[in-house]
């Protein structure tokens, strides 16, 4: 998805131009959520995403929340992972996640982490945002297995769950829809008609393509709405003037070295706006 990489870097530089940009946010809240983590080169080397480390680093420069993705292995152990596979992180296209124990994988790629590890050391100090990268349907074991992991947490409070297919998020029957976030790519018409028809109460996307129109029929069903991937704090303004609550990002610390004051997750999340 090169292209929409580039769409992303395009659009980041243009809407920093548009209105409301240069407007200042006053006391307005700032719900800054990591992508996959604090990552790439820094000071002390590079920072891989979805690792512990980059978890860590949203803690110690002051994000709100993170967002991860959670995949089965062979065994049933949720890990954290966005590829099937781990050859673009780690070198290891021989390791499928699907198809390896977790003892194995752990063995193989200590980096990669469970669920648990990231529950026991984040939750109540980063808002958790769990991106489902598989279907219940191809893992009947998942849902259960994640709701075992999340079990001492309060939806919305200190997570939400999160998918492109909105229908990943249909069996974890003991977590509330409004917890639920369906993310829009370019089919945004298609995820949102199944988001109102489904009652999930969130729709991710990118600025670009979340217009006014959306925006506000999103509003006024009571959807809340997260936009990303934001990399400049002029585009930032405008979406949260635009009431969008959460901002999605791969430039934490540029963000927070511009000045953006970002709202600390001690504070919470009230699902019930």
Not at 62 to 90: C, K, M, Q, S
Not at 107 to 129: F, I, N, W
Not at 130 to 143: C, F, G, H
Request: neutral net charge.
């Amino acid at each position: 998805m090169i292209w929409l990489y580039r769409l992303n870097e395009l659009a980041n530089y243009v809407w920093a131009l548009a209105p409301g940009s240069r407007t200042p946010l006053g006391n307005r809240e700032i719900k800054l959520v990591a992508h996959r983590g604090v990552h790439g080169p820094g000071g002390s080397g590079t920072v891989i995403e979805n690792t512990l480390d980059a978890f860590s680093l949203c803690q110690q420069v002051g994000a709100w929340g993170i967002e991860f993705d959670i995949r089965l292995t062979r065994d049933n152990e949720p890990v954290v992972n966005h590829d099937p596979h781990l050859g673009r992180l780690f070198k290891r296209p021989d390791i499928v996640i699907a198809e390896t124990p977790f003892d194995a994988l752990r063995k193989a790629v200590p980096q990669v982490p469970h669920l648990d590890e990231v529950v026991t050391r984040y939750a109540g100090k980063l808002h958790l945002m769990i991106e489902i990268k598989e279907s219940w349907r191809q893992r009947p074991a998942l849902p259960a297995r994640v709701a075992h992991s999340l079990a001492s947490l309060a939806p919305g409070r200190d997570y939400h769950l999160m998918s492109l297919v909105p229908d990943h998020l249909e069996s974890f029957s003991a977590v509330p829809r409004d917890a639920f976030i369906d993310i829009a790519r370019t089919n945004l018409r298609d995820i949102l008609k199944q988001n109102l028809e489904l009652g999930h109460g969130a729709l991710a996307g990118s600025f670009a393509l979340i217009g006014p129109g959306s925006l506000q029929q999103l509003h006024a069903a009571g959807r809340r709405v997260g936009t990303g991937i934001v990399k400049n704090r002029r585009v930032l303004n405008r979406e949260v003037q635009r009431g969008v609550e959460w901002i999605f990002t791969d430039a934490v610390v540029p963000l927070l070295d511009s000045g953006v004051v970002a709202t600390n997750t001690m504070q919470g999340d009230d699902s019930s706006k």
